[in-house]
């Protein structure tokens, strides 16, 4: 027996075994691509946070060249784009409001630092100091 498939009223379209196929190939297609997707994801966010606090930090040495010292803690790093009345002040060293991390969590500034005049520190993905992998720290001095 022969079935030929008729047009009904001038309409096309997908069967929905079609769409079934379609979606099951992209579903497999996605649980391939994703695992090895996720870790550079990862890694990116922590290249940007490093980049981020060489921008800061730089933002900071151009604080400390026009007023002759760097933000106190009080201060922040908010006074790289407000004048916390400091009298030599030429700012604002940074175009936009100092960023968040790229876990959208704060980034820490210390002054005096551990490692040096001062400290700036992201904490990772999960906020909290140490970790590992995508959770450990980024401190200005490395």
């Known amino acids: 027996m022969l079935f030929i498939s008729k047009k009904r009223n001038g309409q096309s379209g997908f069967t929905l075994i079609e769409m079934i196929v379609v979606m099951v190939m992209i579903a497999l297609l ?3 691509v994703a695992p090895r997707l996720f870790p550079k994801l990862g890694k990116g966010k922590q290249a940007a946070a490093k980049a981020q ?5 730089q933002a900071l040495d151009h604080f400390r060249l026009d007023t002759g010292r760097y933000p106190t803690g009080q ?4 006074a790289l784009t407000h004048n916390p009345g400091v ?4 700012g604002p060293y940074l ?4 960023p ?3 876990w959208g969590k704060p980034y820490y500034y210390k002054t005096p630092g551990e490692h040096g005049e001062y400290d700036l520190i992201s904490y990772g993905r ?4 140490g970790g ?4 450990q720290d980024i401190v200005s001095s490395e």
């Open 30 to 32: 996605a649980a391939l």
């Open 53 to 57: 606090i060489e921008l800061l930090g």
């Open 75 to 78: 201060e922040g790093l908010a």
């Open 87 to 90: 009298e030599k002040w030429e």
């Open 95 to 98: 175009k936009k409001e100092v």
């Open 100 to 102: 968040a991390d790229p």
């Open 126 to 129: 999960d906020g909290a100091q």
């Open 132 to 135: 590992e992998g995508e959770d």
